[in-house]
């Protein structure tokens, strides 16, 4: 079975650090990995996926993520964050095999908190 | 460009009542989905569609109905609205293909 998890709840880091938000997942086939952000009151926003090729996936607002297959991670990460990158954070996947299935499984989110 | 939008943002009803929440798309995307936000539940999937007049069920799709008759709405309607039908709800779209999905602003839904 396919299934996403994001094991903190909540990430605090100081502006200026290097901060990382995890996510792990486990399909039967090659995965297709998103990343998305949720400001508070707002819908959902693309950040960055993952289909194939370079391990290393950039996105928007500086962000970029590292597909680990052998620990079936993908870990979302920025080099200096800032205050403005509070928000929730949620990764999702899906099964590249899964063939008609067009549903994406997602994680719980993780609630990131800079702090000045 | 107005690209997805919801209506209405908020709405109150009571328990019983009909409410029908609104999604309109304007990139001629073929998939739609709504999902439900819950705290501790993160998103789930309610319903989606992967084309006009083809629609499948997600995960909760109990207590709720849609249709898609053309390619750009994908309403949702609450039959007959229950307390534990509160959340905010989010429609999304995508191609296909590498399944990026464009989410709206979102409905908060409150059923006294």
């Known amino acids: 079975a396919q299934s996403v998890a994001q094991p903190e709840d909540q990430v605090n880091v100081a502006e200026g650090n290097p901060l990382t938000v995890k996510c792990t997942y486990s399909?039967?086939?090659?995965?297709?990995l998103f990343w998305y952000v949720q400001y508070p009151n707002r819908g959902l926003q693309f950040l960055l996926k993952?289909?194939?090729?370079d391990n290393l996936v950039k996105g928007s607002y500086g962000f970029e993520a590292e597909f680990n297959k052998s620990q079936t991670s993908f870990h979302l990460k920025k080099p200096s964050a800032l205050v403005s990158d509070s928000a929730l954070y949620f990764c999702?996947?899906?099964?590249?095999?899964?063939?008609?299935?067009?549903?994406?499984?997602w994680g719980l989110g993780t609630s990131l908190a800079v702090n000045p | 460009d107005a690209g997805i939008t919801q209506s209405p943002r908020y709405k109150i009803t009571e328990t019983g009542r009909q409410v029908t929440l609104m999604c309109h798309q304007t990139?001629?995307?073929?998939?739609m989905f709504w999902y439900r936000q819950d705290l501790g539940h993160g998103l789930r999937l309610i319903y989606y569609?992967?084309?006009?007049?083809?629609?499948d069920k997600g995960e909760v799709p109990d207590g709720y109905v849609v249709s898609r008759s053309k390619t750009e709405n994908f309403p949702l309607t609450l039959e007959s609205a229950t307390r534990s039908q509160t959340s905010v709800y989010f429609c999304?779209?995508?191609?296909?293909?590498?399944?990026?999905?464009?989410f709206g602003p979102g409905t908060r839904l409150t059923v006294l």
């Open positions: 999702a996947v899906r099964d590249a095999w899964a063939g008609n299935n067009r549903k994406l499984i």
């Open positions: 399909v039967s086939g090659n995965p297709y």
């Open positions: 993952y289909i194939t090729g």
């Open positions: 990139w001629s995307h073929s998939y």
């Open positions: 569609s992967a084309a006009a007049d083809i629609t």
């Open positions: 999304a779209s995508s191609v296909g293909g590498a399944d990026t999905q464009y």
